[in-house]
C-alpha cells in the first residue's frame, strides 16, 4: 500500500488543477481514470462541442451575409468537421500522461473503489490517502423507458462518423439545444422532445423565446410538454412514442440521442465502504468549503461544481497545514482566515505573538 496526501479520482479539468497545484505545493499525488486521460470538457464534452460548432457558426454568419457582400452557399462536410475535431482531443491523453510523469504525479488506469475511510484500490493496488477528491465527472441519467438502450449518449453524438436524415433528441436543455442546431445547419431533419413547458427552463426566459425563432428559421421541430413513453427500433431506424398533453403520438428517427440530463458518476466507487456520520458532515458544497472544514485524515472532498477559482485556493491551503503542523496554531483562527481571507482579531494576534 502506497499513500499519498491526496488521492484524485477523475483525469478532468478538475483533477487536472487540483492535481498540479497541490503537486506544486509539495503534496504526494495520485490520480486514478478509467478512461483515458482528459476528462469530459476536454475530450468528450466542451472543447469537441465547440469545434463542431464553430462549422455551424460559419454557415450561420455565410447565410446573414449572403447578399451583403458574400456569394455562394457553404454546407458543412461531417467526416471533414470530425477530422478536424480529433485533430484536437486525440493527443490529449497522451501528452496529459507525459505532464503527469514529468511533474512527479503517480497517474493510474483503471477503476477506483473504495475498501475504506481512507483507501482506494484500482487494479489490485491499495492507495491510501489523507485527502481524497472525487472529481469522476457525470454520466446520463437513466430514461428508465422501454427500448432506452437505443437512444446514444451526447458522447456517442460526437463520436458519428456520419449524420443521418432524421435526429430525435430526448430532452430540452442546452445540449439538446446546441445538438439539434448543429445538426439541423447541416441539412438533419431534427425533432426535440421536451417534458418541461418551454426549452431551456434554467435559462432566461426571454432570451430563450428569442432563441426559439431561430428553431423555427432552421426548420427544428420542438414539443414541449411531451413525455417520452418508450423507443422502438425498426427495420428501417427507430419510432419514439411520446406523450404531449394526453394525446399519443409516433415520431420517426434514424438516431435518438438521450440529452435528459447527467448525474455524477459514482456507481463504481462503492462510496458505503466509508460511509460515516463525519463522511457525510463533510460532503460539502464547494471544494474550497470543504478542504478548510474536513480535518484529519481520509476526509474525503467530493466537489462536484467546484470552480477553476477555488482550485486556486488549493496551494493556500497547503500552506496553512504546514504552519498548522509546525507551530500548533489555532485550528478555529486559521479555518477563518482561510474562509475569509482576513487576518484574526487582536486577541488572537496578541496569543498568536505569545508563542513566539
Request: hydrophobic share 40%.
Amino acid at each position: 500500500m502506497k499513500t499519498y496526501d491526496l488521492v484524485i479520482i477523475g483525469s478532468g479539468t478538475g483533477a487536472q488543477a487540483a492535481s498540479s497545484r497541490m503537486r506544486a505545493a509539495g503534496w504526494s499525488v495520485a490520480l486514478v481514470d478509467h478512461r483515458p486521460f482528459g476528462g469530459t470538457c476536454a475530450l468528450r464534452g466542451c472543447d469537441p462541442k465547440r469545434v463542431l460548432m464553430s462549422g455551424g457558426e460559419a454557415i450561420d454568419a455565410e447565410t446573414r451575409m449572403r447578399g451583403h457582400g458574400v456569394t455562394g452557399e457553404a454546407r458543412i462536410d461531417w467526416r471533414d468537421l470530425m477530422m478536424f475535431k480529433r485533430s484536437f482531443t486525440d493527443a490529449v491523453p497522451r501528452n496529459l500522461e507525459k505532464y503527469f510523469a514529468e511533474n512527479g504525479i503517480d497517474a493510474f488506469h483503471g477503476f477506483a473503489r473504495f475498501t475504506g475511510r481512507d483507501v482506494v484500490v484500482t487494479e489490485g493496488r491499495e492507495l491510501k490517502a489523507r485527502y481524497i477528491l472525487i472529481a469522476a465527472g457525470a454520466r446520463p441519467i437513466p430514461l428508465d423507458i422501454p427500448g432506452q438502450e437505443h437512444a446514444v449518449t451526447s458522447e456517442e453524438f460526437l463520436e458519428l462518423e456520419q449524420l443521418p436524415a432524421r435526429i430525435v433528441l430526448v430532452g430540452g436543455g442546452y445540449i439538446a439545444a446546441e445538438f439539434s442546431h448543429l445538426a439541423a445547419r447541416a441539412g438533419v431533419h431534427v425533432t426535440v422532445l421536451q417534458r418541461a413547458e418551454r426549452m431551456l427552463p434554467a435559462f432566461d426566459p426571454d432570451l430563450v423565446g428569442w432563441l426559439m425563432e431561430k428553431f423555427g428559421e432552421l426548420g427544428i421541430d420542438v414539443r414541449t410538454r411531451t413525455t417520452v413513453q418508450r423507443i422502438d427500433k425498426t427495420a428501417g431506424g427507430f419510432i419514439v412514442h411520446a406523450s404531449t398533453d394526453g394525446q399519443e403520438q409516433e415520431v420517426a428517427a434514424d438516431l435518438v440521442v438521450h440529452a435528459a440530463g447527467r448525474e455524477p458518476d459514482l456507481a463504481a466507487l462503492d462510496l458505503a465502504a466509508r460511509r460515516s456520520r463525519r463522511y457525510r458532515a463533510t460532503t460539502a458544497r464547494s471544494l474550497r468549503k470543504t478542504f478548510s472544514t474536513a480535518t484529519g485524515t481520509g476526509r474525503t472532498t467530493e466537489a462536484f461544481r467546484a470552480s477553476h477559482s477555488q482550485f486556486r485556493q488549493l496551494p493556500r491551503l497547503a500552506s496553512v497545514r504546514r504552519r498548522r503542523a509546525r507551530r500548533g496554531s489555532n485550528s478555529e483562527c486559521t479555518r477563518r482566515r482561510f474562509l475569509t481571507g482576513t487576518q484574526p482579531d487582536d486577541s488572537t494576534n496578541r496569543s498568536t505573538a505569545s508563542r513566539h
